[in-house]
């Protein structure tokens, strides 16, 4: 059984910079597609972004160019590095980790959350000044 433990996230002012993390434990990451999804009040939960077995990455449009995700192999961690925030970016963000579509290939579309096995606690973003 994968654990998946969110970090960062809080209170940001429109144009600053916050990184989520998402340690795993017992197992290696390395073996999951590790995605990360977000949830604003009142909206369905919207896939932003992942990262494959082989490093490929995908991006929501609404963040594409503005989020990063990478894996730290050597702590076990997915990083999301989100930079030039907006209002809009305001929700519950989720990791989350997909091992039975793990070894499909690059050209699957991992974004739909059913996908997914383990979830990690969730983490409060807020963009506002």
């Known amino acids: 059984q994968l654990k998946l433990v969110q970090s960062g996230g809080g209170l940001v002012q429109p144009g600053g910079s916050l990184r989520l993390s998402c340690a795993g434990s017992?197992?290696?990451?390395?073996?999951?597609?590790i995605g990360w999804f977000r949830q604003a009040p009142g909206k369905e939960r919207e896939g932003v972004s992942y990262i494959t077995r082989t490093g490929h990455t995908y991006y929501a449009g609404s963040v594409k160019g503005r989020f990063t995700i990478s894996r730290d192999n050597a702590n076990n961690t997915v990083h999301l590095q989100m930079n030039t925030l907006k209002s809009e970016d305001t929700a519950v963000y989720h990791c989350?980790?997909?091992?039975?579509?793990?070894?499909?290939?690059?050209?699957?579309?991992?974004?739909?959350?059913?996908?997914?096995?383990?979830w990690g606690q969730g983490t409060q973003v807020t963009v506002s000044s």
């Open positions: 989350a980790a997909a091992g039975r579509i793990a070894y499909y290939s690059d050209s699957y579309n991992f974004s739909n959350s059913a996908d997914y096995d383990f």
């Open positions: 017992p197992l290696s990451l390395d073996y999951y597609v």
